[in-house]
């Protein structure tokens, strides 16, 4: 039975997630899942609910279950469901009952956690700039640290950045 490996682009917002999953999807001849929530939000007003962010974490693991049958071997997610968990957290101090059993349940072989230093870009999707994006940074580690979830912080600037990624990747294949 052929493996799919699924890869997590993860970290706070304006760090470079989108374009490191997209790139590192074109390198490797990978499946790309972008953001949904960025998607949702295009087509909803950006005033989200409890319920928003419900139908957000249920997308994403829709995905998840798509990609079981991609016909490529390497599937690279834009965001995952550590980061929904952390938002609900944030917005709400709570989050579904069902959301720590799916994650536990959809193994991811490798998260990049993105660092903040990288300048921040306003979007009106964007809401955590400033301290917050360290905060969020320190949250998403923690998570990830707790869950003892393999994972490789992704920092560099244009370029570098991606080839910082890239690497990580590489690394699945030599451990």
């Not at 490797?28 to 609910?49: L, Q, V």
Request: with cysteine.
């Amino acid at each position: 039975m052929r493996k799919i490996i699924r890869i997590a682009i993860t970290g706070p917002e304006s760090t470079a997630k989108s374009t490191l999953a997209q790139a590192l999807a074109d390198h490797f001849k990978g499946t790309f899942y972008p953001e949904y929530a960025r998607e949702y939000f295009r087509e909803h007003s950006t005033e989200y609910t409890y319920h928003d962010l419900e139908l957000i974490a249920k997308k994403q693991i829709q995905q998840y279950h798509e990609s079981s049958s991609c016909r490529k071997d390497m599937v690279f997610f834009d965001t995952w469901l550590i980061i929904t968990k952390i938002w609900f957290q944030w917005a709400y101090q709570t989050e579904p009952a069902w959301l720590e059993k799916e994650i536990s349940n959809l193994p991811i072989d490798l998260y990049l956690l993105c660092l903040p230093d990288i300048p921040w870009e306003p979007d009106p999707l964007r809401e955590h700039g400033g301290e917050d994006r360290l905060r969020l940074f320190n949250a998403y580690k923690s998570e990830l640290i707790q869950r003892k979830l393999k994972f490789e912080e992704i920092g560099g600037l244009g370029e570098q950045r991606v080839e910082n990624a890239i690497q990580a990747v590489k690394s699945l294949f030599h451990s």
